[in-house]
């Protein structure tokens, strides 16, 4: 078995934690691994609202989480101007909220709360909350604007890992953990599996770094330690299109499904919360129940909604932390959770990043450095509130797609939006490269090779979370076989297409299922003819 | 809880099964254009987002609806092109663009000056001017204005007549009948006496908008829209119903007055029919009678313009056209003549215009009928220039071929 | 309006028995919603005579004493299609022959009756390629005849995908989808 003994710090988990982990350690100038079992952004990185708090929601409640959503908020618009979108939200108050308590007495307490904690909260009347959201429940009685927005978490996951690789570290995606290498008290490294080669290897470091999410738990428990986690699942609808243009939530208590996030082409309505065994973190289904549910609250947000057709549904689980204080373990934090286990349980060179939120993963990052700094004895300022991602240098849609000579396409324009000011490295010179893979969504040839050759896609899901082909109104059906074909030539082995489409088909397959009638259901019926009975349409030319 | 999945515009419908792509006769015939699923829906969902996704090539589109007749999933394609056309495309429209819609006041003035219109028009070098200064190609025949206008010859001749009839009906009678084919618009008169109707004209009648609509004119295509509406109610009111002839015109005043003026004609609707339609139902009912001339033969082709095609009501023109005696009636394929309106008027556009014509001209001549039957203003104009086939409205076959003489004694009350 | 056979949609099933039934002397008018993803061309019915309302759309009918008399459609307003036999060819959910809510699968012109599971749990299979249950529901008939709350409507005659079992997305499913339509119109020639 291979041993290599070249880092100074190793991180576990490819979500935004360890991947903002391993960006802030490598521009500190440490020598670092990621290693991640599938890919990037796959557990609740990816399954989430992509709200871009502006810690409203915490206020009344949890003043620090308020404040470091808000402070996050901020650094993030500056840093990550590509993957953010600043909508701006709204709370609103509806008249069912009065009688359980929640008038606009609350929206007073609320808004004072807001703006102690530094967040720029103002009431509104409700005309001019329709005005600002014409899909807003038309009989809401007060509204709060707040500088909410939404952030496309594949992207910001991505751009870290590609600025951690710019500044030197090694990323192993499709890499699992199996066991930490251990010596008396002390962690020295990491036995690992690579899943596609199934081939076993060895890598060592002063420090490791647990940030794995819900599965950190486990992680944890090989090291002989235990953290009290508390696996909370959030499902989650997709909607066809945008219905909104501003982040609804509603202005009481906060509860199941009263966030309503545009994002992209389409509208995210979540969450629910509800607590599930570890085994089934792997794989969640959305439930029945949690779908009528998620379109209740969803209406009465946005009535709209009713007849809006749901392209699908996702659900994900939240790495809550029971407090280490409290030893029934009831008492959640939301708040991050940043464990030296050599203070805390006796166990040199690990160190345990969790809890938390996405907003806050930079921060998090950021303690966690501090953390393996000081354990490796280097003297190293954060600089990651300041520097921005790449693509985001100059991240704009607007300012990116001026780049283009001539008459730019939507596939230019798409990608702009996506890879912002890296999209001059797309080649788009030939007529094949410039035509669209996926119409949905705007995906050309080109920026699909340009996603295998850079940004370490092995799969459709891959690909999917890199460029969103696929993820539109028909789900894949059209461009499955395409981007398959696309992808498989440009991997070097023409002969994986068909099992690319067939994992990437079963996965769609799954989201839809959980939303399965109306206008989803013809889409699944079509989806079934044209890969089960015939093909209408040539599917050989891309 | 959840019914249906349904927005507002039904855009989201789409379930890219692609089938309108197969009948756009654009996409086929001109590379620059996306086609109609992504600069509809697909597009939609983008402009949404962010105004940036408008793309420039939406101008291709010759809003036939080919599109929403072949869609299964009921959405509304073109009129999402030219919603976002109208939300999106701030150019203002060129003076070419302008001159070739304003169908009404355009018409005045080339009427009183018919004869030097008609013959400058004719001319080469006068086309090449027109080819090379405003873009209206040279190959184009442009329509001949005619020296006296319809509503002129009606109110000289016969007005005075219409209310020695019992049952009245009011006559939308459009741009191209009024200025440049009255004699259309006196077939229509002679048909309906027959029948025993009344015919009336209504005050105030503007041009159904739908040129402007085409080349961008909304607030001048809107207020004219109003127009119409407040003309159709008055009428309405005194007891006529609107019997029209323009398939285009028709299509206009039905679905795009409340789909893309936001012009609103619910209550107005019901009460408005095409000639074929209005005629079938009343000989169907045995409301009226017609006597046909003895003797009178005809080998015709019905083709079915786009317009007429998205309205579904083609059906009482071949209906009513196959209960003349001697009518022998073939349907051609359905497909575009290529003209769209303005469109094939347009320097950019000719060749394509004449490219998608191909097919249905192909068809003609291998019919080879006397006449092509067709309601079409504009159709008319391409297939004579294309095929020299002549064409006829089905109102001036009927005026041809019914004994008017003994339809009005039997229907007299 | 009178034919002798309305056929409602124009894919594989409504186009073959149309063009079949109207080459053998009956009328017949296609009310055809859309293209069909069956491109059959529809120009041998034109060809043949047949009346095509494409692009029209039936939205109900009269049925009484389990006979249908006549349907509307969209576009043509007060003026009904009266026929002998109707042909229902309309297909699954694409085509909106059957309609699914989030608990049940309806047929939404004359609310026939339709077989299937109440349990959307059951609808689907977990994997993609596997065959999937919903696709197997559709109306019921009894000798070719359309039931409605369990009473036969004689003159109605589902053919293709709309019935149950039948699916475009199974194997050899055009040979089923040809035969249900040549049962509809060997008994609608038997009648007149």
Request: charged letters at 25%; aromatic letters at 6%; proline letters at 4%.
């Amino acid at each position: 078995m291979p041993v290599k003994n070249d880092f100074d710090v190793i991180i576990i988990g490819g979500g935004i934690t360890g991947a903002g982990t391993a960006r802030d350690c490598a521009m500190r100038g440490l020598k670092v691994l990621l290693i991640e079992r599938h890919d990037i952004a796959t557990g609740a990185t990816g399954r989430n609202h992509g709200l871009l708090h502006s810690g409203a929601r915490y206020a009344v409640k949890d003043s620090e989480s308020a404040e470091e959503c808000i402070r996050e908020n901020k650094i993030l618009r500056s840093i990550a101007s590509n993957c953010v979108e600043d909508t701006g939200g709204l709370f609103i108050t509806l008249p069912e909220d009065e009688d359980a308590g929640f008038g606009l007495d609350y929206q007073k307490t609320f808004i004072e709360a807001c703006q102690k904690a530094g967040i720029d909260a103002k009431a509104i009347s409700p005309s001019e909350a329709r005005e600002m959201e014409p899909s807003v429940n038309p009989s809401l009685i007060g509204a709060v604007v707040v500088p909410d927005g939404s952030v496309d978490p594949f992207r910001l996951c991505s751009a870290n890992v590609t600025d951690a690789a710019m500044h030197g570290a090694k990323v192993l995606v499709y890499t699992q953990f199996l066991d930490f290498i251990r010596e008396g008290d002390t962690i020295l490294g990491v036995k690992v599996l690579d899943t596609r080669t199934g081939q076993e290897a060895e890598y060592r470091a002063p420090v490791t770094v647990n940030a794995a999410g819900i599965w950190g738990h486990g992680v944890a428990e090989k090291a002989g330690v235990h953290i009290g986690m508390y696996p909370a699942k959030g499902a989650l609808l997709v909607f066809g299109h945008r219905v909104n243009n501003v982040v609804i939530n509603r202005c009481r208590k906060s509860a199941d499904g009263d966030i309503l996030v545009p994002g992209d082409s389409v509208t995210v309505i979540g969450t629910t919360s509800t607590k599930v065994p570890f085994e089934e973190c792997d794989n969640m289904e959305v439930t029945p129940e949690e779908v009528s549910l998620l379109l209740r609250e969803g209406c009465a947000l946005c009535p709209a909604l009713a007849s809006t057709r749901i392209l699908r549904a996702y659900a994900g689980v939240r790495p809550l932390v029971a407090d280490d204080s409290d030893p029934t373990g009831r008492s959640i934090s939301r708040g991050i959770v940043c464990l030296d286990h050599e203070s805390r349980d006796g166990v040199k060179g690990l160190v345990s990043i969790t809890g938390g939120k996405l907003m806050t993963y930079r921060l998090m990052a950021e303690l966690a450095t501090d953390a393996v700094c000081r354990k490796l004895g280097v003297n190293q300022v954060c600089t990651t509130a300041e520097t921005p991602l790449p693509g985001s240098v100059d991240g704009r849609i607007e300012t990116v797609s001026k780049r283009f000579e001539g008459k730019v396409s939507l596939g230019q324009k798409g990608a702009a939006g996506r890879q912002g000011d890296l999209v001059g490295k797309i080649n788009f010179t030939t007529a094949e490269d410039k035509k669209l893979v996926c119409e949905c969504e705007n995906v050309t040839l080109a920026e699909i090779k340009y996603a295998v050759a850079e940004l370490g896609v092995r799969t459709l899901e891959d690909l999917r979370r890199r460029t969103r082909v696929g993820m539109g109104t028909c789900q894949g059906t059209l461009c499955i076989r395409k981007a398959a074909k696309a992808l498989a030539i440009a991997l070097g082995d023409p002969s994986l297409e068909g099992k690319l489409a067939a994992d990437y088909l079963d996965e769609r397959w799954k989201g839809m299922r959980a939303v399965g009638w109306g206008d989803t259901l013809r889409e699944m019926e079509f989806m079934q003819r044209v890969y089960k009975f015939q093909k209408p349409y040539s599917y050989d030319e891309i | 809880m959840q019914e249906k999945n349904i927005s507002a515009n039904n855009f989201e419908q789409c379930q890219k099964c692609s089938l309108c792509e197969t009948v756009c006769p654009v996409m086929a015939n001109n590379p620059d254009y996306g086609g109609p699923k992504r600069s509809g829906p697909d597009g939609e969902r983008y402009r949404l987002k962010n105004g940036i996704f408008f793309d420039d090539s939406l101008k291709y589109c010759l809003n036939c609806k080919r599109c929403e007749v072949a869609c299964p999933s009921g959405v509304r394609i073109a009129d999402l092109i030219q919603q976002a056309r109208i939300d999106f495309n701030k150019k203002s429209p060129k003076l070419r663009d302008m001159m070739l819609a304003s169908t009404d006041q355009m018409g005045p003035l080339a009427s009183t000056f018919a004869p030097i219109v008609n013959f400058s028009l004719g001319l080469g070098p006068v086309k090449s001017v027109l080819d090379a200064t405003i873009g209206i190609d040279r190959h184009r025949t442009m329509p001949k204005y005619a020296s006296k206008t319809f509503v002129h010859w009606f109110k000289k001749n016969a007005a005075a007549a219409q209310d020695g009839f019992k049952k009245h009906i009011s006559y939308f009678h459009g741009c191209y009948a009024n200025y440049n084919y009255p004699q259309l618009a006196k077939d229509f008169v002679a048909v309906m006496n027959a029948f025993g109707y009344g015919v009336h004209l209504m005050d105030g009648e503007r041009c159904c908008g739908v040129a402007k609509i085409a080349n961008g004119m909304i607030p001048a295509a809107t207020r004219d829209a109003k127009i119409n509406m407040g003309a159709f109610r008055k009428s309405i009111a005194e007891g006529r119903d609107i019997v029209t002839v323009s398939t285009t015109c028709t299509m206009t005043l039905l679905e795009e007055y409340p789909e893309l003026l936001k012009v609103d004609n619910d209550d107005v609707k019901n009460h408005v029919s095409l000639v074929e339609q209005f005629l079938y139902k009343a000989i169907a009912s045995g409301e009226v009678k017609p006597v046909w001339k003895e003797g009178w033969k005809a080998r015709a082709a019905y083709h079915c313009p786009c317009h007429q095609e998205r309205l579904g009501l083609g059906i009482f023109t071949t209906e009513l056209l196959k209960m003349i005696p001697g009518m022998e009636l073939t349907e051609l394929e359905s497909n575009c003549c290529g003209i769209a309106g303005t469109y094939g008027f347009k320097k950019e556009n000719y060749a394509v215009s004449q490219k998608i014509g191909k097919p249905l001209f192909d068809d003609i001549k291998a019919a080879a009928p006397e006449f092509v039957a067709c309601e079409c203003e504009t159709c008319k104009w391409q297939i004579e220039m294309s095929t020299g086939v002549p064409v006829k409205n089905p109102v001036s076959i009927l005026a041809e071929a019914l004994d008017l003489e003994k339809t009005s004694e039997l229907n007299r009350p | 309006m009178r034919f002798d056979v309305v056929i409602i949609g124009g894919g594989l099933a409504g186009m073959t028995a149309a063009t079949e039934l109207q080459r053998s002397g009956l009328r017949c008018a296609v009310v055809a919603e859309g293209l069909s993803l069956n491109n059959v061309s529809r120009k041998e019915f034109k060809a043949a005579g047949g009346t095509l309302l494409q692009g029209d759309k039936v939205t109900g009918g009269v049925i009484k004493d389990g006979r249908l008399l006549c349907v509307n459609t969209q576009k043509l307003g007060d003026v009904v299609l009266e026929a002998d036999s109707f042909i229902l060819a309309t297909g699954k959910y694409f085509s909106r022959g059957l309609v699914a809510d989030m608990d049940k699968v309806y047929e939404p012109l004359f609310g026939l009756d339709v077989d299937y599971d109440p349990d959307r749990s059951t609808w689907f299979d977990r994997s993609f390629a596997a065959p999937q249950k919903f696709l197997e529901f559709g109306v019921n008939t009894q000798d070719g005849a359309a039931l409605k709350d369990g009473e036969p409507i004689v003159n109605l005659y589902p053919v293709g995908e709309v019935l149950k079992g039948i699916s475009s997305a199974g194997s050899d499913a055009s040979r089923a989808i040809l035969d249900s339509a040549e049962a509809a119109v060997q008994a609608i020639k038997g009648r007149n």
